[in-house]
């Protein structure tokens, strides 16, 4: 892993990749001295934030998505996310695979009086949208969500045989075993993600903290095959379906 900068930094941006150098233990590079290499993981300062590269593949923070889900739902298409979380407002949720933290803002903005706690196996992702959500310019719906959201560092798994913590929901989102190629987002995330799938063992040890787990995957996935949910909801379009276990 290296620090770099975008391209014609100002003094801030250099300034914040020395920092980033330290805090991460790696080697700060001037861009113009910069050249990309196979498989290593490089973070770059940009003018408003943070982003990543790891094989031509850019990884950076937008609230396209949950922007996108919002609206689709105040214009009254069904979300089925929020619909298989049952919410009520108050709850205390433990989104497992927090990713580019898109559904970790939806879900929050649908906790007024509650939270969302976040797990990323990632540093650098884990960097890059905690860094994203305190841009400036974001939605004050974004920014008002984000004060209910709580991201670690940790793989669930571990955290799940460990955690004395009680939830009202367990959300998880891993990998697709059948993944969308044509997805601009997804494909940036690749090469960061964790890959390890979802088990019956880890689906019973949620069992004993939290009342209800929603688990998403596609249609083709054998998720849906191999766990018995209680109910499936999702849509055939999206070929995307969440599995709930109620308790």
């Known amino acids: 892993m290296v620090v770099t900068t975008a391209h014609k930094p100002d003094h801030q941006q250099i300034n914040r990749a020395k920092s980033l150098s330290v805090q991460l233990g790696c080697k700060y590079i001037p861009r113009r001295h910069f050249r990309f290499i196979e498989d290593e993981v490089v973070v770059i300062t940009e003018r408003n934030g943070i982003s990543a590269m790891k094989n031509g593949k850019h990884l950076f923070f937008h609230p396209s998505l949950a922007v996108l889900r919002k609206s689709n739902f105040e214009l009254g298409q069904r979300d089925y996310l929020i619909e298989s979380l049952s919410l009520k407002g108050n709850e205390k949720v433990l989104d497992c695979t927090l990713g580019l933290g898109s559904e970790a803002i939806l879900i929050a903005h649908f906790l007024p009086e509650g939270k969302v706690k976040c797990l990323e196996s990632s540093k650098i992702v884990k960097m890059i949208v905690e860094n994203g959500l305190q841009e400036e310019n974001l939605p004050d719906w974004v920014v ?104």
């Open 144 to 247: 008002d969500a984000s004060k209910r959201i709580e991201i670690y560092e940790g793989n669930y798994k571990v955290f799940i045989r460990k955690s004395r913590e009680q939830f009202d929901c367990i959300y998880v989102d891993p990998m697709f075993e059948h993944p969308e190629l044509k997805s601009a987002a997804m494909n940036s995330l690749r090469p960061f993600a964790d890959y390890s799938g979802i088990t019956n063992e880890d689906l019973e040890i949620m069992k004993k903290i939290t009342k209800r787990i929603v688990v998403k995957a596609r249609w083709n996935d054998s998720i849906f095959e191999k766990y018995k949910f209680d109910r499936v909801v999702g849509s055939l379009k999206s070929n995307i379906g969440y599995g709930v276990i109620e308790l």
